[in-house]
């Protein structure tokens, strides 16, 4: 026991070292050598996440993790790691279909679980990487519904404008595509809908410039630039407010000529 005690101590202290590689084969030794035990069962944990998150291992860090649940079951443990594998799928991977059906797995298991809202929040949002609007809607309509209280719940009303302002894209095969200009007039809804129970929100320029961008596919350019104006000290990138200001002002002046 004392050996394996001292290879993941030894592990540890590569890893705060830095040396990503040879902490991941510590904590392999010792998940090996202790394969039932804490320190062991720890180990393989520490082992995938060092290799997901440091040395971009994503696919046997995801093999490590589900041998874990596998082993673990609905353990403390386990839940880690199924929580980990999701976040590799969603936010590393960007792998909008095997996130998707994680998160739907994982809320069967644990629908009352604290992390809840943010998993179905991300179901939202796999389904709108992946085009399906209705099914976006579908999910964060569910979240509103079922946490209305939470933050997850505030960011579902925003998302639920970008659905309608992506969908003005008019995506082949979608319903939505015949009807042009009133895709954008709902987005502006949902936006307002956002603003209106959330105005101090700290993605709210976000909420304005998704409106403003809509005001610009409806020609409704002097609305689209006041709402630009607005934002111009608070949106993200600034820079892209700048560009849009100054290309809209440009066919402000054409269309006046």
Same mark, same amino acid.
């Not at 007039?185 to 961008?213: C, D, N, T």
């Given at each position: ?15 705060? !070292? ?22 062991? @069962? ?7 996440? +060092?290799? +997901? ?8 860090? =995801?093999?490590?993790?589900?041998? =874990? ?24 991977? !960007? ?5 998707? +059906?994680?998160?739907?797995? =994982? ?59 992506? @969908? ?17 007039? !709902? ?15 700290? @993605? ?46 440009? @066919?402000? +002046?054409?269309?006046?000529?």
């Amino acid at each position: 026991m004392d050996s394996v005690k001292n290879r993941y101590l030894l592990a540890e202290k590569l890893w705060s !070292e830095g040396s990503y590689s040879a902490a991941v084969l510590e904590f392999d030794r010792v998940s090996r050598r202790d394969p039932e035990g804490d320190l062991g @069962r720890r180990a393989m944990l520490r082992s995938a996440m +060092t290799q +997901t998150l440091f040395l971009k291992e994503h696919a046997e860090a =995801i093999k490590k993790l589900s041998r =874990i649940v596998e082993r673990e079951g609905e353990s403390d443990l386990g839940w880690e790691a199924q929580k980990e594998i999701g976040e590799v799928y969603f936010s590393r991977l !960007e792998s909008w279909s095997a996130a998707l +059906t994680h998160y739907q797995q =994982i809320l069967k298991k644990r629908p009352d679980a604290p992390e809840a809202p943010e998993f179905q929040l991300r179901v939202g949002k796999c389904h709108l990487s992946r085009w399906a609007f209705d099914s976006a809607l579908e999910a964060f309509d569910l979240l509103i519904k079922r946490w209305p209280d939470s933050e997850q719940s505030a960011l579902a009303m925003l998302e639920r404008g970008n659905v309608w302002l992506i @969908r003005g894209e008019q995506r082949p095969g979608d319903r939505f595509a015949s009807q042009g200009k009133e895709v954008y007039r !709902e987005a502006i809804r949902q936006y307002e809908v956002f603003l209106k129970h959330h105005p101090g929100h700290s @993605r709210a320029s976000e909420a304005l410039f998704g409106m403003a961008s809509a005001y610009e596919e409806l020609e409704q350019l002097e609305q689209a630039v006041s709402l630009y104006e607005r934002i111009k000290a608070s949106y993200p990138i600034p820079q892209a407010v700048q560009i849009k200001l100054h290309r809209l002002n440009e @066919r402000i +002046t054409r269309r006046s000529r």
